[in-house]
Structures are given as C-alpha cells and as structure tokens.
C-alpha cells in the first residue's frame, strides 16, 4: 500500500518522465520542421545533403532516446511498486538472514545484473542498428562481447569493494558515518584519477605515444606558450569501435596525458587540432576541472547527510517497496531520489557547464595564432559526427552541456571582434 513517501516519488518520477518527455517531443518536432533550413553560419563547410543527414540520425536518435525513457520509467514502477526490490531483497536475506555483507552483497550483484541484462538491448540496437546505419559504428559483435565481459570484471573489482566499503562505515562509524564516507568516497574519486589512464583505460583501448613530426612540435610548443605541464601525447584506437572522434585530458599532477582519438587525427589538420587542445588546456588553467569536483564533491556530501537523516525511517523503505530497512536499500532509495530530482538539477549543471565551455573558448581564441581553425573545428565535429546544429532552445538549456554548434560559432565570432 502507498504511503506519502511512495506517492511523494512516483509524482516525482512521473513529472520527471513527462517534462523529459515533453522536452525530446519538442527537440524533435524542431529538427522536422528545420530539416531543410541549413545555418548560415554553416553553409561554408556543411551541404544540405549532409545536414539532412545529420537530422535524420538525431530524428532516430530521439525516438530511440524516447523509448529508452518509458521502458526506464516501467522497470522502476516494477522494482517500487510491484514488489521487484522486495523480492531481490528476500532472495539476498534468504542466503544469511542473520548476516550483513553476505545479503548486501548479494542484493547488489543480483541488481546489477539485471540492470545490465535490461540495458543489453538497448545497447545492442544504437550500435548496430542506429550507429551502423549511419556509417559510425565500427564495433564487431565479438569486440561488443569482450568490451561487455571487460566492464563486468571491472565493475566488479572496483565496485564491489567501494560499495562494502560505504557499508561499513554506515554500520560502524557512528553517527557522523555520512562525514567519513564523503571522505572515502572523495579519496576514490583522487585514486581513479590517477590509476583511470594507467591501468583501467588500457584494458579497452590501446595507447601510442604519439609519433615525433610536425603534429607533436606545433603541440609541444603550444602547451610550452600556455604553461600547460604534463607526462606525454597519446594517440587512441578509438576507430576500432566508431568513426566518433573526440580529444581529452587524463590523469592528474605530473601523470596528466593527452590523448588524442586516432578519428580526430584523420578528419582535421594541424591547426584544427591545436584549436581542440587550447580548448581543453583552457579548462586546465581556469580550473574548470578542480570548480567541478569541489560541486560534485559537496553533493555527495549534501546526498549523504540527507540520507543520514532518513535511513532509520522505516516508512522510507515501505515508500520504496522494500519490507525490511537495509543499508543497502537506503544507497538505492538514494540513487532513486536523486535521478527522481534531475529535473530540479539538470539545467542548474548544464548552465554551469556550457559557462565554462565558453570561457574555455575565449581562452583558446587568445592562445593560438589564427582564431579561423576554431571555427572550423566546430564545423568539422558537427560534419563528422552529425551533431544537430540548432536544437530547440528549451532542449540544449536543460540538456546542452556545451553551447549548440551555431551558437557557439557566433560567440566565437563575438570574442573574436572584441
């Protein structure tokens, strides 16, 4: 039977659901009705052919989201409310009723599982249905496989000892147990930064210093001019699995590595490419980084007090389906309740983000010699990956992390003429 803590989530949830809904709705009905309209901004670099394109696999890439939406919203109605979690947590208390970790441990597994089991088809259908149909993916079954087994053993050597870590400090260190489990938690989050590119990212992608020539003197010399210290360029095989192309920062202190999708090589040339790197060492040296960890930090330390304050409510559990209080069914109440809220905070971190996107622009347009390739950038990615140029305005201010590609073109524009 429902109580205020039950109803309280399912209008949550619901309301969620609907304004996700409503948002992806209206995101496509946009993209229909510009799907002959090309940016002018665009027109240099982009033909109607291409842009076309581009709306037919986002049109597809909607829908598909769309679905994964309902199906998500039915799976936690069945687990909250027709007694899915109740009858895993009976399956983990029957191993040792009387135990702690043996059930806790065997509730998670069991969950994760079958998270996993219903994520497969969807993860099956984007990469060789939608991703296949429009020339991206590069994946082979057998490559899908091992990445598969790959995640769970990882999953399980990382997470399983995390996850009974969280355990033990809610049973054992007091009231105050929300304080050291930040900390813990904080201090995994440090150690993942360091071991992340050194022993994790290696086990799915291979990694070459990049070879001496013209590439790595004009970025040697442009990390020299923006003060940029790290250990070395890498190129990555990203190609094995999609023609996606990307470029990113890894690790942290001395050990920071950049790394370079082999994609994004083939597609751009060298000022293209030093223009990707300003852009990233921007973030490095307005500490967009070190701002976003100190936020995500102090949410996890607001999530934990909060959670401190309610786990000894038994009307908590019943309001998630569960019979019996757990410390364990407390962390995946928790998990509920924030996605239940990610409506109140997705657009709060989306802004944040596409501030710093900007800014991380502006730093990138002072540091290279021509602001001309930056632009290109924007239009060689678009091109490449089939980004929507000019989504709906109330879909990328919920959603955009970045700027959209017109938008972002005309800042720079703005910058430039400053």
Not at 43 to 52: G, K, R, V
Not at 112 to 125: N, Q
Not at 131 to 136: K, M, W
Request: glycine letters at 6%.
């Amino acid at each position: 039977m429902l109580n205020a803590v039950g109803i309280t989530f399912l209008v949550l949830i619901l309301l969620n659901f609907f304004l996700e809904a409503f948002l992806t709705l209206l995101n496509l009905r946009h993209l229909k009705q510009t799907a002959h309209s090309l940016p002018a901004v665009f027109q240099e670099w982009i033909n109607s052919e291409t842009h076309e394109k581009t709306i037919r696999y986002n049109l597809d890439s909607g829908k598909f989201s769309f679905l994964e939406m309902v199906v998500s919203l039915l799976v936690i109605i069945y687990f909250v409310y027709w007694g899915g979690f109740d009858r895993i947590d009976q399956i983990a208390r029957s191993s040792n009723p009387n135990g702690y970790y043996l059930p806790a441990l065997i509730f998670g597994v069991v969950f994760f599982l079958i998270k996993t089991v219903i994520d497969l088809p969807f993860d099956l259908f984007g990469t060789f249905v939608i991703e296949e149909r429009y020339g991206f993916n590069k994946m082979t079954p057998r490559l899908f496989v091992s990445d598969l087994i790959k995640s769970l053993i990882v999953n399980a050597v990382i997470g399983i000892p995390i996850y009974l870590g969280i355990l033990w400090f809610m049973a054992k260190a007091g009231i105050f147990w929300w304080v050291w489990c930040w900390g813990f938690l904080v201090a995994i989050q440090i150690l993942m930064m360091i071991i992340y590119p050194i022993w994790i990212a290696p086990i799915f992608n291979k990694f070459t210093p990049l070879e001496d020539g013209e590439l790595k003197d004009a970025i040697l010399s442009l990390t020299k001019k923006a003060g940029f210290p790290f250990h070395g360029v890498f190129t990555m095989d990203g190609s094995k699995r999609s023609k996606h192309s990307n470029a990113f920062f890894t690790g942290i202190g001395n050990k920071k590595r950049i790394v370079l999708f082999d994609t994004l090589i083939a597609q751009m040339k060298i000022p293209q490419i030093l223009s990707v790197l300003a852009h990233e060492i921007g973030h490095y040296r307005l500490r967009h980084v070190k701002k976003l960890f100190v936020v995500s930090s102090l949410g996890f330390l607001l999530s934990l007090y909060l959670l401190s304050r309610l786990f000894n409510l038994e009307i908590f559990y019943h309001g998630f389906g569960f019979s019996h209080p757990s410390t364990y069914a407390a962390l995946v109440i928790l998990s509920l309740s924030l996605s239940s809220l990610s409506f109140l905070f997705t657009p709060l971190f989306s802004a944040l983000s596409r501030r710093f996107e900007y800014k991380a622009d502006e730093f990138a347009l002072k540091n290279i010699d021509d602001p001309r390739p930056m632009a290109e950038v924007i239009a060689v990615l678009a091109k490449e990956n089939l980004s929507t140029l000019n989504p709906h305005p109330w879909y990328s201010f919920f959603h955009y992390s970045h700027l959209s590609p017109v938008e972002r073109v005309r800042a720079m524009e703005r910058i430039i003429a400053s």
